[in-house]
């Protein structure tokens, strides 16, 4: 595809805006989940992981748990699919609508996500790009500051996002103290909020300026393409 054809942007927002409910809705329930466990306590035989690599059987809790964060990570997968693709798109149109380079290069769409210290601020830079170059001159809205914030918060409380212990060490953890759990879950939570709120603003001023160059120096909209974004 030409880099200076516009791609239809309204179906990716609304795929990604649904992606990051039900992520949302699915780290809600693990917190629900989280305060089942603490609030059962630790069961006489203790927890899961014995130590040594010894794991005696878990209870209906226990496994209940494995399933409802299963599900969630599967779905947190599948919603980062969907906003990089909505991502991927916004700053497609912002070069062709800018006639200008992204700041960043096309690989850091996927790899700033996951490469240490990058991670930190080139995936806020990447939409703070596409919105200046969408909308030259206006501030860039306070949600996307926020939505990082809460992101960053999710990612690197050791319980959230980034967390390396497996299911039975989460589920320990609830049973020890499980606050550290819950801030974590309610960051991811309000970053899931935080980003839908994000998505429609910056969609919104996208599409107005689309439609703004879509039209000829008659002021006739170019009808072909505009009904191609009807239909997305």
Not at 43 to 63: K, T
Not at 205 to 230: M, N, Y
Request: hydrophobic letters at 55%; aromatic letters at 8%; charged letters at 20%.
């Amino acid at each position: 595809m030409s880099e200076n054809a516009v791609r239809p942007l309204r179906g990716a927002a609304r795929i990604a805006v649904v992606a990051l409910g039900l992520a949302g809705a699915a780290w809600a329930l693990r917190a629900v989940w989280h305060i089942r466990l603490a609030v059962a306590g630790v069961p006489a035989s203790g927890p899961p992981d014995q130590g040594e690599g010894r794991h005696r059987p878990l209870n209906a809790l226990e496994n209940s748990y494995h399933l409802v964060s299963g599900v969630g990570y599967l779905i947190t997968l599948l919603c980062a699919a969907a906003f990089i693709g909505w991502l991927w798109r916004l700053r497609d149109n912002a070069r062709a609508l800018s006639s200008e380079r992204p700041r960043y290069a096309g690989v850091w769409v996927y790899a700033s996500w996951i490469v240490p210290v990058a991670n930190l601020w080139i995936p806020r830079g990447l939409v703070a790009d596409a919105f200046r170059k969408t909308a030259p001159g206006r501030k860039l809205p306070v949600v996307v500051n926020v939505w990082w914030v809460l992101w960053l918060a999710g990612m690197f409380t050791g319980a959230g996002l980034e967390s390396v212990d497996d299911s039975d060490a989460v589920i320990a953890r609830a049973y020890s103290g499980v606050t550290g759990l819950l801030v974590a879950d309610l960051a991811v939570v309000a970053a899931a909020v935080a980003a839908i709120l994000m998505i429609r603003a910056l969609t919104a001023v996208q599409l107005v300026r689309i439609d703004d160059q879509l039209r000829t120096p008659s002021g006739d909209p170019l009808k072909e393409t505009v009904r191609a974004f009807d239909r997305d």
